[in-house]
């Protein structure tokens, strides 16, 4: 009798190049590792730089470097999101083409502005929830700051898209079965004009394009997963299941973040850490 076979473990590691790795990092990086290591699956790396405002290049040499410092080892070539443009404008425009998206004019003060005047704005995971002004503008005016060259953002129109989609669900390994609610972070931003995809559409793609069947990440990434599970049933790509870790703290229980430069790992490396000493760190 043949059996059938459990696809094989493929998870990543997807850095923004904005700084160091640092501590955080390597706890990260080291899940999804371990995960594919301990499955014999694969473990895949992906270079998150779709902002050019704020990635620059030799971090992304950083990246490279600390990992194989740290002997974390990755499977076959990098992806490089500044390198697949065309394909995250390919998913835009058939989320548009489906009536999904709308151009958003609003400067962030006007939509401070609007949340004030509407009271209490309702809060997702994000910070406020965008209040939907530009969803409901007139197709002319709409056309009339198009024409007019007008700076926009493409957001999703959230509460069409889960009509289209119906109920939605995602597994994640720690906190079990959800129901998605893509409803708590609102209209998402898709696109802006100096970064041509946003980070849920080009991870949601990502994943889906280099065959990631674990997506390991912070925890605190877990409610943006919501939408990932919608724009994957939106663009039909298949489901993954999720580990989302507890974030790793220091002595004083805060989490490490990017201006801690004494916790990045060129940092440790510099001060006579060996790669063992640090991945015990990172692995608490
Ligand atoms: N690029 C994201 C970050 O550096 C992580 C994305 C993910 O793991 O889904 O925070």
Redesign the pocket.
């Known amino acids: 009798m043949i059996e059938a076979s459990q696809p094989p473990v493929v998870t990543r590691f997807?850095?923004?190049p904005t700084g160091r790795l640092h501590l955080g990092h390597a706890h990260s990086a080291l899940a999804g590792w371990r995960a594919a290591r301990r499955a014999g699956g694969r473990f895949l790396l992906r270079i998150?730089d779709i902002d050019p405002g704020r990635c620059r290049p030799e971090f992304v040499d950083g990246i490279l470097e600390d990992l194989a410092w740290l002997g974390l080892d990755w499977d076959g070539p990098v992806r490089v999101q500044s390198r697949h443009l065309a394909e995250y404008r390919h998913a835009l425009d058939r989320l548009a083409a489906d009536g999904l998206t709308y151009p958003c004019f609003c400067t962030r003060a006007e939509i401070q502005a609007e949340i004030a005047r509407a009271g209490a704005a309702p809060h997702g995971a994000e910070g406020p929830v965008y209040p939907g002004t530009c969803r409901g503008l007139a197709p002319g005016e709409r056309r009339r700051r198009l024409d007019a060259g007008q700076n926009h953002a493409i957001r999703l129109d959230v509460a069409r898209a889960m009509a289209c989609t119906g109920g939605l669900a995602w597994r994640d390994r720690r906190a079990g079965a959800q129901t998605a609610r893509p409803d708590l972070l609102g209209d998402v931003v898709l696109a802006r004009k100096d970064a041509p995809a946003s980070?849920h559409l080009a991870?949601t793609l990502d994943d889906a394009v280099q065959g990631v069947t674990l997506?390991t990440?912070g925890v605190d990434?877990f409610e943006a997963t919501h939408i990932h599970r919608l724009l994957q049933a939106l663009l039909g790509l298949p489901v993954p299941e999720w580990d989302h870790h507890a974030l790793l703290t220091d002595a004083a229980g805060r989490r490490y973040a990017k201006r801690d430069q004494a916790v990045t790992l060129a940092a440790m490396r510099q001060a006579g850490m060996t790669p063992a000493e640090v991945l015990a760190m990172a692995g608490g």
């Open positions: 997807a850095p923004s998150e980070y991870v997506v990440r990434l």
